[in-house]
């Protein structure tokens, strides 16, 4: 079986605030493979930004902090690693696509020069040949004229170009590791289509392991190898895409699939929604949080926090409704 090149384990984080401790983070654990691309999906607010800022090491420190848990990235607890050692990484070894490219990147420097920038931190070459570099990423990433493109200012290119500077740049250093938050925020659909193509594409190619970080089912459904599904700062059901996609074991899951528009459906019909909102972080309460929101709760769900429930091989889903499964090793 192939290592994980990030393994996190039981990782918690808490903000402190006006109204007291929000549990941001609760117990989250997951794992990522080489050339593997695991989906992270829920609602805004759930915790999908803040998994992936907890990986670079960027969580706002006042008021955040890692309570608990590991962040195990090819053997080596991130977590336990000096700041100069994270900046090594971060960039390097483990690079991030931003949601916003026209605000990630630096409207007074060239498209060349910041991409190149990365490359000289990283990779300690000098100006010509990380230039030469930043040319090339332009290039396979499939930015036209790439010369040209790397001479040009943010401002000079389209939503969808500047997301692919902002992949390039990510791809530069050959990470190992890539965290794509949002990537396909603000741009047209077909230019979605063409970013999480190139994403598909680029993995294939490097083996670089995925972290894709959106509300988009449909790339999911395209692109994904396994799927975790958070709320309130939890992973609720995790598991290989398929399993997740076809069979959902969590009520948040399957309320989550079942309000996406489908083409088949009768125009003139309202939308399933789940009722309610996300509960505060600060005032979770002992039980499920979804257990206010949820049409299937008990009084046993407000009083005791599910633990995630075999439900076929390598899915499960943390749900007291559920029952226990022989999964076949």
Known sequence: MTEPVLDIRNLKVDFTTRRGTAHVLDDVSFSVAPGELLAIVGESGCGKSMTALSVLGLIPSPPGKIVGGSILFQGNDLILLPPAEMRRIRGGDIAMIFQEPMTSLNPVF???EQIAEAVRLHQKVGPRAAFARAVDMLRAVGIPEPELRAQAYPHQLSGGMRQRV??????????RLLIADEPTTALDVTVQAQIFALLDELR???????ILITHD???VAEMADKVAVMYAGRVIERGPADAVLDNPGHPYTRGLLASIPRIDADPDADLPEIPGIVPALTDLGRGCAFAPRCRLAAEACRAVQPRHVGLSAGHSAA?????PREVPA
């Open 110 to 112: 060239t498209c060349g």
């Open 217 to 219: 089912m449909g790339a």
């Open 319 to 323: 749900c007291i409704q559920l029952e």
């Open 166 to 175: 902002m992949i390039a740049m990510a791809l530069s250093c050959e990470p």
């Open 204 to 210: 294939q190619k490097t083996g670089t392991a995925i």
